[in-house]
């Protein structure tokens, strides 16, 4: 088995390489790749040193698997070239989504439509895995009719332009600005490019590729904010259903949702927050309440560590299941 991570210097490659080391994925031969400026560097995976290789080298080293983080540009170039040498690419960024025949997996949820036969597969928007884990069983119970989301995101899914220019702004350092304003003690109603119908591209992201994953074309509304948090991003969830529920049975059914956790004791002021996220690969929901202005209706409030589940823990858990179907080998 042998495992290539692209992107391997990045925010993200780099969490990609400690979950495949904490997961234990049975390996051969680990392979980390990244731009020409950082090749023939070292990175660390389970206490060796590897030599970093280009994409080139990469290709012509025909991994088994290649765990891309490296943008949708690199993705767009590389991946089909991966796929003709017989390696199973998994794509951290936009480039596949929604692509019509390119699986988008959320592996608690729809890991069962893969087959070998798909050989480039999609790792979705970290502020919509989260979403999904939550709404995924509620859809399946209740039918979901309508969800309003406000995302609260961390600079780190900026990557490090975005951490870095938060912490030069509460230290007042001089540094390059990657948002259009000041983040430090602010709020930026922005996450992406601005559409022409006033919709940023991450609040399209996560109304498409809800969709997509759910298979439904319930109705939904995404309001995509980012603020002055290092990790974790936290969303505020309406959810108006098609069925009345039960209180007691909805919170026991997210209870038994595998990688979700209920958190959610308001009497002793507990409630998921990033900083409880950090480092963790579940999704955490709390404040659940019946929103008393219509019929049917949930409130709650979602979060999770974006670089974890959000990103690297969900791309290493499809590495995990097609590798446990033998798709690879």
Known sequence: MKIAVVGATGLVGKEIINVLETRHIPLTEFI???????TGKTVDFSGKAYKIVSLDEAVKRKPDLAIFSAGALISLEWAPKFKAAGTTVIDN???????????????????????????????????????????SPLNNKYGIKRVVVSTYQAVSGSGNRGIDQLMNERNKREGEKYYPHQIDLNVIPQGGDFTEEGYTTEELKLVNETRKILQSDMGITATVVRVPVLNGHSEAVNVEFENDFDFYDLRRLLGFMAGIVVFDMPEGNLYPMPLMAAGKDEVFVGRLRRDFSQPNTLNMWIVADNLRKGAATNAVQIAEYIIKKQFVS
Do not use: F, Y
């Not at 980390?32 to 950082?38: I, N, Q, R, T, Y």
């Not at 949820?109 to 979403?131: R, W």
């Open 32 to 38: 980390p790749v990244a731009s020409k400026k950082s």
């Open 93 to 135: 960024s936009s480039a596949w989504r929604m692509h019509e025949d390119i699986p988008l997996i959320v592996p608690e949820i729809n890991g069962n439509i893969l087959t070998a036969e798909h050989k480039i597969i999609a790792n979705p928007n970290c502020s919509t895995i989260q979403l999904v884990m939550v709404l």
